[in-house]
């Protein structure tokens, strides 16, 4: 079985993580500019990237025509990326709940969503394929919308989470491997339906998850929560989630997960970060010059070791995606995906 890797970049504003509500006000995007080392080390690796881009990203000139840089020289993929704090039209009150897409009016949804995406297709010329949304708040409500603008592909669930505390979706049980989305439960598989998601690529550092990850529930329960036992199990190792995200986690943590991944039949290794650790500041995790470098350090060792050690080809989402629709099948032609010459 081939191994795939899909490098996935939440493109957006530098802000605090921790400061809710998120400001509307002007953003700031000069984390872009920093982008260019790490998309030469995925050049140098023969690794596509995609970018999920958000509104104050394609409302900047400069930004956009980074990205563009990026689509035509090096290959990547462009999609969407919608945190609605700062996407118009400004309809909700800004508040901690209104940050997660699943808590708006379906008909907000929407004006939103086609606002982002029709900037972002006449920024570039041609419609997003595929899709992220902000803070992980997606539903079945957003997939029939995306659905509707002709998208293709999400990349929003998270395994083996629970966002509910911040008033988003719990996503803990939900399938670990791409499928197609069911019109009614996102978490069943419809084969005729007509989003194919992708989930970020999580998991524990045992296998088999299904079983682990009950236990791992079990433990955090409201029962048990006194006993503070994830947290006693995360330090001693003895059950330990992982996400393949360098912000988060150490390169030999995330080579386990990708072992793991791999013991589970998953082909594909969905990695997640944002554009906005680049810059020391630029979020709530990475603060200084030296744990920009070091996550820097920690995204190019990771890619090398999965193209080079494991043999994964680093691929688009798009091409993920027609390449389980039909293997012979010319990566993104048949999707109108305009390929750089």
């Not at 939440?10 to 920093?34: G, H, L, Y």
């Not at 840089?69 to 969407?80: M, P, R």
Request: charge should be positive; proline fraction near 5%; hydrophobic fraction near 40%.
């Amino acid at each position: 079985m081939k191994r795939y890797l899909v490098i996935t970049v939440d493109t957006e504003e530098e802000f605090n993580w921790r400061d809710i509500p998120f400001s509307r006000s002007k953003a700031s995007v000069k984390n872009i500019k920093e982008l260019r080392r790490i998309q030469k080390v995925f050049d140098d690796l023969n690794a596509k990237v995609t970018y999920f881009i958000d509104f104050p990203v394609l409302k900047d000139r400069f930004a956009r025509q980074t990205l563009e840089e990026f689509y035509q020289q090096y290959g990547a993929e462009l999609g969407t990326h919608l945190h609605p704090w700062c996407t118009p039209p400004f309809e909700e009150e800004a508040s901690s709940k209104n940050t997660m897409v699943n808590l708006l009016p379906a008909s907000l949804v929407k004006s939103k969503l086609k606002m982002l995406t029709d900037l972002f297709s006449e920024s570039f010329g041609f419609r997003p394929l595929s899709y992220r949304a902000g803070r992980f708040a997606f539903d079945a409500v957003s997939a029939k919308i995306i659905s509707e603008l002709g998208y293709k592909i999400d990349s929003s669930i998270t395994p083996f989470y629970d966002w509910s505390k911040s008033h988003g979706p719990n996503f803990f049980f939900a399938p670990y491997r791409p499928y197609f989305l069911g019109r009614e439960d996102i978490f069943c598989e419809d084969k005729k339906g007509g989003i194919f998601e992708v989930p970020v690529s999580a998991g524990f550092n045992r296998v088999p998850f299904k079983i682990w990850a009950k236990i791992y529930w079990f433990a955090r329960s409201k029962k048990l929560r006194k006993l503070k036992l994830v947290g006693a199990l995360d330090r001693s190792h003895l059950l330990k989630r992982t996400t393949l995200a360098p912000e988060f986690h150490s390169v030999e943590e995330m080579k386990s997960l990708v072992r793991n991944l791999w013991r589970e039949k998953v082909n594909v290794f969905n990695m997640i970060f944002h554009s906005s650790s680049f810059i020391p500041g630029g979020n709530s995790i990475v603060r200084t010059s030296e744990e920009a470098s070091a996550f820097e350090k920690r995204v190019a060792d990771i890619v090398s070791w999965i193209v080079r050690e494991c043999g994964a080809e680093a691929i688009r989402l798009s091409d993920y995606f027609l390449r389980k629709m039909d293997p012979v099948r010319n990566e993104g032609e048949d999707l109108g995906y305009r390929r750089p010459d």
